[in-house]
């Protein structure tokens, strides 16, 4: 998770939409789930949910 966190902060530092898009969908593969918004929003969303959960453990 730490190295997903490294790159959506410096995909979103530089706006590689190509790299956004790509990176969402490993993302997505990786967790099993389809994309249903914004690339750049859906790994934050990714993220944010990781830290709730992991919280409340």
């Known amino acids: 998770m730490r190295k997903i966190k490294d790159i959506y902060t410096g995909v979103k530092r530089?706006?590689?939409?190509?790299?956004?898009?790509?990176?969402s969908k490993k993302v997505s593969a990786l967790i099993d789930v389809?994309?249903?918004e914004k690339s750049l929003q859906f790994v934050g969303k990714v993220i944010a949910d990781y830290n709730y959960y992991t919280q409340k453990l």
Not at 14 to 23: K, P, Q, V
């Open 14 to 23: 530089h706006a590689g939409h190509t790299i956004i898009l790509e990176f």
């Open 34 to 36: 389809t994309l249903q």
